[in-house]
């Protein structure tokens, strides 16, 4: 690794930017997810930042067994986090649906729509437990673009449909799997 | 002005913060993964009707039983360990790991079955048993 | 001033090449700053730059047409616009300068919060089409105390010229104009409680919303520059005058210093305020300052 890669992988790891994301969580995880910004546990001494734009962010927070109504939403919005970004799925829901396990309304675990790095498991985990997870998510995604191993390969749209921006990333590499999940034609339909 | 004495007295005080890989110590009743004891656990399969997630499995099989326990699936509410009357299982005072493969913390235990206990002889009639019959009938 | 000063100025000093590692500390002093006094410890010293090179190195959305070309000058415009505020400031005790380089040194302050501005209506996403409009308001608003403050400085003293200003000994109108200015700061900078354009998790980051890796990268330097500029002027106009070189950076330095760690104080005490209560506030307040530079300014003409 070059000196320049060096650097990044360093810089990358130190300075992980979240985006939260909630997949019809009943908020237990999203509350202790803000809790970890509070003065006992203090995210930002890792570099943290909430950031209120998946644009900005790195590492993309979901809570929530995926429902439905979030499966589109949750896949626009991973597409649109850019470059080097890793995924930690908080709580036991994304992992696996938890207790809403063949539910009607619930859409499988996460990692049926999107490639999830890290799983923080816990009814709601704990704020430390949390951002040990943050950590080691920020360690894959620097370990992770600096072997340029090909990555999350998704194209989604900007705001709103047939808009046709997507992340540069997607271009270079295999044609989106995840895009093209197949997805009940009668659950599409209902409203 | 009371925003400004607080965080006068912040700065004062020092921080709260715990550096990062420190962590609180849980308290002495936390629910975290549960553990399971094959010695104590006589297959009553308590544990998985209760179980409010499914995260429990309970096969059996020709003298033995599987008992598998995925801590992605549970939700710590301790149910289980409720229902357990051989107290085989109980819940670990620590948070559960992170993990980064899926199904990475998924337990399976195959135990063999203990031989059923002879059944105790038949209690002989006592003198109370007579009184009392009547007395439960009359009350009917 | 000749072509060769305002490279040196703009380039190396009190230009780019000091002016960045300066707005590198600033930033992490004022976080650290607010996170002690929220009783938590705050980010590493190097937290700045640990954020910017990441920044560099993310990919960035494929932007097409005019917008697209827009999109990406805007930050570049941002960041040399400050970089030449700061290198305008009169640091050293004989820096040159010419004469009406107050007025060009208030355009190239203004300059980043026009680009922010713009940035946000030609990345066409709603959200950067509100915090736009929220920053426009907002400057008008803050702008007319700051423009105020600092003509009254410049009038009472007879002079558009930075070196000059700083030069003469203070009179009592240019510690209410820099009282004034103290005041529109929280505003331009983003700050609590005038944070509104960048609310986040309101607007999803408003003018910023589209924007990813390194543009991001320079709008964040263009922020920090903008630190440095604006604490610079208010450093600049309450510094006494000395002819030593090394004390008038030192001095300079110090008194950012301590107008960010005042900043700060103010942005960890107050919550954010909404766009009505923001205006109002500024309009009164330029109302009271008008009045009273106004009449001092004839006052003080009336007795000389």
Known sequence: MNLWNRLMCYCRRRSPWLFHMNAGSCNGCDIELIASLTPRYDAEQLGVRLEGSPRHADILCITGPVTHNSVQAIKTVYGQVCGPKAVVAIGSCPATTNVFIDSRTVDGPLNKHIPVDVFVPGCPPRPDAIILGVAKAAEILANRAALKLPVEPVAMPLVGPGCGDACACAAATAPATVASAPVPAAREAQP | MNILTMLWNNLRGGSRTMLFPARPKVSKGYRGLVRFDPALCSGCAICKFRCTARAIDFKSGKGTFTWSYDPGQCTFCGRCVEGCKTHALSQEAECPPVYVTIGALKKAYTVARKPAPKPAPAAPPGPASPEANPATGGAQ | ?304
């Not at chain 3, 190396?12 to 650290?32: C, D, H, M, Q, S």
């Not at chain 3, 680009?115 to 509100?130: L, V």
């Not at chain 3, 007319?144 to 558009?160: D, K, R």
């Open chain 3, 1 to 304: 001033m000749n072509l060769t000063t305002a490279l040196a100025r703009f380039l190396i000093f009190p230009g780019l090449l000091f002016a960045v590692p300066v707005a590198w500390f600033f930033l992490w002093v004022e976080r650290k700053a607010v996170a002690l006094m929220q009783g938590r410890i705050g980010p590493p010293f190097m937290q700045p730059v640990y954020d910017f090179v990441k920044l560099l190195g993310k990919d960035t959305p494929p932007r097409s047409g005019v917008a697209g070309l827009l999109m990406r000058m805007w930050p570049l415009i941002a960041v040399s616009a400050a970089a030449g505020a700061v290198g305008l400031l009169p640091v050293l005790p004989s820096s040159g300068g010419f004469e009406g380089d107050l007025i060009l040194l208030l355009a190239l302050l203004e300059l980043p919060s026009m680009c922010i501005i713009a940035a946000g209506f030609s990345s066409r996403s709603i959200f950067g089409e509100i915090g736009s409009a929220r920053e426009a308001v907002l400057s008008v608003a803050y702008n007319v105390v700051f423009l105020l403050a600092i003509v009254s400085i410049a009038a009472s003293q007879h002079t558009f010229r930075l070196e000059a200003l700083a030069q003469l000994p203070a009179s009592p109108l240019r510690w209410l104009g820099v009282l004034a200015i103290l005041v529109c700061l929280p505003a331009k900078l983003h700050l609590n409680p005038f944070s509104l354009p960048n609310a986040e998790q309101e607007i999803y980051s408003g003018p910023m919303t589209e924007y990813a890796g390194p543009e991001l990268a320079m709008w964040e330097l263009s922020h920090g520059l903008e630190w440095v500029a604006a604490t610079g002027l208010v450093a600049t106009l309450a510094a006494p005058h000395v002819t030593f070189v090394w004390l008038a950076i030192l001095l300079f330095v110090a008194l950012s210093f301590a107008v960010v760690l005042l900043l700060s104080v103010v942005a960890a005490a107050t919550a954010r305020l909404a766009i009505d209560t923001t205006v109002r506030f500024y309009w009164q307040c330029s109302l009271i300052f008008a009045v009273l530079a106004v009449s001092s300014a004839l006052f003080m003409r009336l007795l000389s």
